[in-house]
Nanobody, 127 residues
């Protein structure tokens, strides 16, 4: 399984960016896909996730209302629309694929529950 992320870049505060991530390989039994981010010197943290069964989503409190995760037309692929960006959103963003069922949608925020990871895509927000 491989995950390919794209869409990062440099934007001014208040601006928008759209990240995309597509999976390839034996992904038919996958369960959910999520985004995490990691700033220099910090732990990797959860951003957003969506599960395929009912399209339920989960967001970190810091991005709720500004970011939207969506599935790309039945594919094993997601988009992350990021609006009203802030300098504190600056980080490398990683997409990840979860292969196993999780009962509670809140478990989508647990990075240990993900099985495959893409390469990071850098998002830089200038003030």
């Amino acid at each position: 399984v491989q995950l390919q992320a794209s869409g990062g870049g440099l934007v001014q505060a208040g601006g928008s960016l759209r990240l995309s991530c597509a999976a390839s390989g034996p992904t038919r039994s996958s369960y959910a896909m999520g985004w995490f981010r990691q700033a220099p010197g910090k732990e990797r943290e959860f951003v957003a996730a969506i599960r395929w069964t009912d399209y339920s989503t989960n967001y970190a409190a810091s991005v709720k209302g500004r970011f939207t995760i969506s599935r790309d037309n039945g594919k094993i692929a997601v988009n992350l629309q990021m609006n009203s960006l802030k300098p504190e959103d600056t980080a490398a963003y990683y997409c990840a694929l979860m292969m196993r069922y999780r009962r509670n949608v809140y478990e989508l925020s647990n990075k240990e529950a993900y099985d495959y990871w893409g390469q990071g895509t850098q998002v830089t927000v200038s003030s």
